[in-house]
């Protein structure tokens, strides 16, 4: 009878662990996840963060650009250049979604990727099914593809390598309701048919799209608006304004406002913040100091903007109401990138990282002294007062050939209950 009562007891703690990486209650496994989830790459792989328990989710020394699904039940990665999926559980077994492909987004609760062999595709963690959206094409490879907030239309960029030069081939939009097509050239959207054009993101409407407008491997690049019905392009901001290309545009959740890094002049050798409004196409600039900005977000109203500046006075800066407030650091001791705010606003995750003064141990763990190591890490904080909360250490740094980017190291999902109309 002993026995009995010990292994029953053992069957209901091992039912009661199950749920705390699927993030399900056990009554419908397909409802969004529940409980807040940090994913983030060390050197052994990816780890999964869920209250106080971690979990190594897959092993491979390639890892990066981690993903968690919209309903937080999925995490894609890439490993070398292929994307992979895997559950939000431990134990969860690894599959392939995308070979040699990047990410792109999400259109749906579907993977959106494009690939220089195999175009535009979404894929279904579900049923294991991968869609084609845009083909391969024989006069190019697609180098990038942005959707348009209704998700109705895609902006494919197509590109030819010629000689060994880089050559535009044109940018196509896709509507998803008909096998219709607009095309438009380098020449239509910044008058120069050499120079390549990225799309950047869509305006609020869908009606028109930002570029980045450049040589191949410039650093500085233009910004032009296209509006994809009249196909009149102009150029965004003043005429001076130039693009930090190696960086990423940041949106608010609800898609009216872009955050990204400019100079004002090509004399200027620090970036400051330009703040878009993508319902008009009406750009305002953000006193971001002189030391250079490492990256920037905004809040999911567009009210806040955080960025992270170098040099220093490096730190975690917080922009609103005119006023701006250091969050973390300012001090130069550290170095800060890729700030993120959390799905519901009230918090900030960034990456952090200086010298740590570490304990060394002998093969039966007592102290045997001290050493002092690089680490990177995970932080919060929130984004109306100083003061911030080391999540995860040992963040793996961007090895400068997969990616460059502290934003590729880790990703974060919090559950926010969507409103109904009438709420």
């Keep these: 009878m002993y026995l009995r009562r010990k292994l029953f007891a053992l069957i209901i703690a091992l039912f009661t662990l199950l749920p705390l990486f699927s993030g399900c209650s056990g009554e419908d496994p397909n409802a969004p996840r529940k409980t807040e989830l940090l994913v983030y790459v060390t050197p052994e792989g990816l780890c999964a963060l869920s209250g106080e328990e971690t979990v190594l989710l897959a092993k491979g020394k390639y890892i990066h650009s981690p993903h968690i699904s919209p309903d937080g039940r999925y995490v894609y990665y890439n490993n070398s250049s292929d994307i992979f999926v895997v559950p939000v559980s431990a134990g969860a077994t690894p599959t392939l979604a995308a070979a040699d492909a990047e990410f792109s987004g999400f259109c749906g609760d579907r993977l959106l990727s494009c690939s220089a062999s195999g175009g535009v595709r979404a894929y279904d963690p579900e049923t294991g099914v991968s869609e084609s959206m845009f083909a391969d094409r024989e006069e190019g490879f697609v180098s990038s593809v942005v959707l348009s907030p209704d998700e109705k239309k895609l902006a494919v960029c197509v590109r030819q390598i010629d000689v060994g030069i880089d050559r535009p081939r044109g940018i196509y939009i896709r509507y998803n309701d008909t096998a219709d097509m607009d095309v438009f050239t380098s020449e239509n959207i910044c008058t120069d048919p050499t120079l390549l054009t990225e799309p950047l993101c869509w305006l609020t409407d869908g009606g028109a799209i930002v570029f980045s407008c450049g040589k191949a491997g410039e650093l500085r690049t233009k910004l032009w608006l296209l509006p994809v019905v009249e196909g009149a392009s102009s150029p965004l901001g003043p005429g001076s304004m130039e693009f930090r290309a190696d960086s990423r545009i940041a949106l608010s959740a609800d898609g009216k406002t872009a955050a990204f890094l400019t100079y004002k002049s090509s004399e200027d050798l620090v970036e400051t913040v330009c703040i878009l409004d ?78 740590r003064l570490l304990a060394e141990t002998d093969s039966e763990g007592n102290a045997v002294g001290t050493y002092t190591e690089t680490v990177a890490s995970v932080w919060r904080a929130s984004p109306n007062s100083a003061g911030s909360t080391r999540l995860a250490d040992g963040l793996k740094f961007p090895d400068g050939v997969y990616t460059n980017s502290w934003s590729d190291m880790f990703d974060h999902y919090q559950y926010v209950p969507v409103e109904t109309e009438g709420e």
């Design 278 to 355: 993508l319902t008009r196409g009406k750009c305002a600039y953000v006193p971001s100091g002189t030391s250079g900005v490492s990256g920037t977000a905004l809040s999911p109203d567009g009210e806040l903007v955080a960025y992270t500046s170098s040099g220093a006075a490096s730190g975690l800066y917080v922009y609103g109401n005119d006023t701006t407030i250091c969050v973390s650091g300012g001090d130069g001791k550290n170095q800060y990138a890729a700030p993120v705010f959390t799905d519901n606003g009230q918090n900030l995750l960034f990456v952090g990282w200086g010298d």
